[in-house]
C-alpha cells in the first residue's frame, strides 16, 4: 500500500517537473557490447539531464533519487522501487551520466563476474558508459569511471585510453592521475607512470601507495 502510494506521488511530480525541465539535448543509445552487441536499455521516460550540471535541476535530480536511487540501491542491497536494476536503469537513463549510479552498475556487473550476485544485466555498464560520453563529451569523471571499469575487466591498454581522455579534460585531477599512473605500471609503462606520479604529488596530496610502489622499484628518486 505505502509503496503504491509512493508511486502515485512519483507519478505525479514527474509530471508537474516535466513541464519546467530543460533537458539538455537527447541521449540515445550508442556504440556496442564488450560482446560486441547492440546497445540498448530502454526509452526515455523522463529527462534527460547532465549530471555536471546538477546544481542547475536539483529539484530534478530529488525526484529521481529519492525514488529511485536510496542507499540500499546504491550499494546493490535491494531495489526501491522496483527491482535492484530497474531502480538503476531508471537512474541512469533519467541521468546518463550520474556519477554514483554508474560506478553502482559497474560494481553490480563486477560482482555478477565475481560469483558474488546471481543475475544477469539486460544492459551491461559499457552501454550505460557509452551512452553517458555521448551525452555529456567533456565529463571527465565518466571517463575516467569507464576506464576503471575496462581495467577491471582485464582490457588494460582500453582503460589507459579512457583515462588519457579523462586527463586530457581534468590534467590536474589527481585521484584520476593516482589511478592511471597505477595502471601504466601494470603496463610497464614506468617513465609515463613516474611522470604522472610526480605531478599529482607536486600538485596537492595522495595516497602514499602509488609512491611507495615506484621507491620499490627503484624508480621515484
Not at 178 to 184: A, F, K
Request: hydrophobic share 40%; with cysteine; aromatic share 12%.
Amino acid at each position: 500500500m505505502i509503496k503504491s502510494f509512493k508511486i502515485v506521488i512519483f507519478n505525479i511530480l514527474t509530471a508537474l517537473f516535466s513541464l519546467t525541465a530543460n533537458a539538455d539535448g537527447s541521449a540515445p543509445w550508442v556504440g556496442e557490447s564488450l560482446n560486441e552487441l547492440k546497445c540498448y536499455g530502454g526509452g526515455q521516460a523522463y529527462g534527460p539531464f547532465d549530471y555536471t550540471q546538477r546544481a542547475s535541476f536539483k529539484p530534478n535530480l530529488e525526484v529521481v533519487e529519492n525514488f529511485h536511487f536510496s542507499s540500499q540501491v546504491e550499494n546493490l542491497i535491494k531495489g526501491q522501487t522496483g527491482s535492484l536494476e530497474g531502480d538503476l536503469n531508471y537512474v541512469l537513463r533519467a541521468w546518463p551520466n550520474h556519477h554514483r549510479a554508474l560506478l553502482s552498475i559497474i560494481h553490480y556487473q563486477l560482482n555478477i563476474d565475481n560469483k558474488m550476485m546471481k543475475a544477469k544485466l539486460a544492459t551491461p555498464p559499457e552501454c550505460y558508459l557509452q551512452r553517458a560520453l555521448n551525452y555529456s563529451k567533456r565529463d571527465y569523471a565518466t571517463f575516467a569511471l569507464y576506464g576503471y571499469y575496462l581495467n577491471k575487466k582485464g582490457l588494460k591498454e582500453k582503460a589507459a585510453s579512457m583515462y588519457q581522455k579523462a586527463l586530457k579534460i581534468s590534467p590536474d585531477n589527481p585521484k584520476i592521475g593516482y589511478s592511471y599512473s597505477l595502471l601504466l605500471l601494470e603496463l610497464n609503462q614506468k617513465e609515463e607512470a613516474l611522470a604522472i606520479a610526480k605531478k599529482i604529488y607536486a600538485n596537492g596530496k595522495a595516497p602514499d601507495g602509488l609512491k611507495n610502489k615506484l621507491i620499490k622499484l627503484g624508480l621515484w628518486k
